[in-house]
Structures are given as structure tokens and as C-alpha cells.
């Protein structure tokens, strides 16, 4: 037992900080008034103190992490992978709240990083080819009306430009126009080359017969 020379009362030990002679609850109201007075001062302090360890401590975590990559990675993965679920609801919320900040950021960065983006990007589509198509895959299925609808609308904006271009492969006998021929007559999918060449021959030959394809982009046969 200790009597506070504050409030005078008798207590236990564990009631007083240790070696004090003040009791704790008097300890915690000279705190609190201490603060209360000094609002502006130590608050100033504190984001003083603040800036000069953030810097210190963000380089301390980058050394700490650095040295620990691998043993680090694997925390974080096994993590993630106990977390999953709940990681990904929390994910995709903050996406969603976020969704234009976010979208600004990756056009900044993409902008001042092009080169090293276009490669990053590169090597990612090359490594999980498989992923990406299931994904599609996946997406199409999923966002079947909302693709329709913009298929729809942007056939519609540029109905004019699609056309000509529509034209001019029908009457080059481009490839797009061959191969939609040999899908619609003949439901050939994945023509070969020679096919394609048989077909391009077959149909300029057709052309010849029927005398049209003299210049007129407006051929459709
Ligand atoms: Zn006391």
C-alpha cells in the first residue's frame, strides 16, 4: 500500500506507475490537463515528429523488406490465400468507390511509363495466355447484353465508316471477307491458306463471269 501525495488516498502498489508517488488516475488527469493546455504546441510537435519518422520508417520497412523478399512473399500469399474471400469482397468495394481515382492512376502511370508498361504487359499476356482467354471467356458470357449493346451502339455511330470499309473488303476480296464467305457457305472456321486462295480465285473467277468488278466498289457477290 502507497499513499498519492496528489489526492492523498491510500492504494494498492499496482494502482501507482511504477516508482511513483503519484496514483495513476491523478497521473492520467495531470496528463490530460497537460494536453489540454498545450493543444497547439504538442500537436505541431507531433506532426513534426510524424514527418521526420515516416521518412525514416518507410526506409526502414523498404531495407527490412528488401532483405526479406522472399520470406515476406510468402507471409503475403499465405495470407491472401487465408483471406481470400473476404480480401476480394474488400477489393472489389474499394474499386468500386474508387473506380475513377483508380482509372486516373493507371492512365498516369501508363503515360509516364509506356514503354515499360507495353513490355509488362507483354510478358503478362505471354505467361498466363491460358488465364486470359478463360477470363474472356468468362466475361463475355457473363456481360453478354452489355457487349450486344455496345457492339450495337458503336455499328450504329460509325454505320457509314463500316460500310465503306465493308465495301472495299468485298471488292478486294480481303481476307475478313473471304473467310466470313467460307464460314457462311461452308462453315469452314479456321480456313488454311490454300483455301483461302482456292476460294479468292473461285469467287474472282465467278466476278469475271458475271462481268462485275470493273472498278465498282459496290460489288457484293
Ligand atoms: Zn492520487
Not at 13 to 21: A, Q, R, S
Not at 68 to 95: G, P, S, T, V
Request: proline share 1%.
Amino acid at each position: 500500500m502507497k499513499t498519492c501525495t496528489k489526492c492523498g488516498e491510500t492504494k494498492e502498489l499496482e494502482d501507482f506507475v511504477p516508482k511513483g508517488n503519484v496514483c495513476r488516475v491523478c497521473a492520467n488527469k495531470r496528463r490530460r490537463a497537460y494536453r489540454l493546455t498545450n493543444k497547439d504546441r504538442l500537436s505541431k510537435q507531433d506532426r513534426a515528429w510524424t514527418l521526420a519518422n515516416r521518412n525514416k520508417r518507410n526506409e526502414q520497412q523498404r531495407v527490412r523488406r528488401l532483405a526479406n523478399r522472399d520470406a515476406i512473399n510468402a507471409q503475403d500469399r499465405a495470407h491472401w490465400l487465408a483471406n481470400k474471400d473476404e480480401m476480394n469482397k474488400k477489393q472489389k468495394a474499394y474499386k468500386l468507390a474508387n473506380k475513377e481515382r483508380i482509372s486516373e492512376w493507371y492512365k498516369a502511370r501508363y503515360i509516364a511509363d509506356k514503354d515499360k508498361t507495353l513490355k509488362r504487359q507483354k510478358t503478362y499476356r505471354l505467361a498466363n495466355k491460358e488465364k486470359i482467354k478463360e477470363h474472356r471467356k468468362t466475361y463475355k458470357l457473363d456481360n453478354k447484353e452489355k457487349i450486344n449493346k455496345q457492339n450495337k451502339d458503336y455499328r450504329l455511330a460509325n454505320r457509314d465508316r463500316i460500310n465503306k470499309k465493308g465495301n472495299e473488303q468485298t471488292h478486294n476480296l480481303h481476307d475478313t471477307y473471304v473467310k466470313s464467305r467460307l464460314r457462311n457457305t461452308y462453315k469452314i472456321i479456321e480456313p488454311t491458306p490454300e483455301m483461302m486462295y482456292t476460294y479468292r480465285v473461285h469467287l474472282l473467277m465467278f466476278r469475271e463471269l458475271r462481268g462485275i468488278n470493273n472498278g465498282n466498289s459496290n460489288a457484293t457477290s
